[in-house]
């Protein structure tokens, strides 16, 4: 895998993966003035970059290039990039629950009777 530092790979790489992975919108009702696609390709972005939410926009406005790339007729707000974030990145806490492994009734008797022995 090949490495970058150019911001135009960066946002391209990160449209081609959201149109894999997302939804063109987050719902049925949602604005439609960006997609989701678009606001994922920013944010990865601004990691990139380490921008902050109003670095990335502020690199965009003075950019019209880059805005290109990734088909957006306007930059999108710093709140809405924030957002965009909140809802795409969040983080799920892990269940251990889910990932503990119980032992079965047999194996847990056999286990206690050779505890005893």
Known sequence: MKTTKSPRKILEM????AER????????????????????ACLGLKEFLKLDY?????????????????????V??????????????????LNLSSTKRSRSPAKRDSFRASARA
């Open 14 to 17: 990160g449209y081609a993966c």
């Open 21 to 40: 992975a997302l939804p063109r919108f987050a719902h049925r009702y949602s604005p439609k003035k960006f997609t989701q696609h678009q606001l994922f």
């Open 54 to 74: 109003r670095g990335v926009m502020q690199l965009l406005v003075d950019s019209p290039d880059l805005c290109q790339v990734i088909g957006l007729d306007e």
């Open 76 to 93: 999108p707000h710093w709140t809405t990039l924030q957002k965009a974030a909140d809802r795409l990145l969040k983080k799920t806490p």
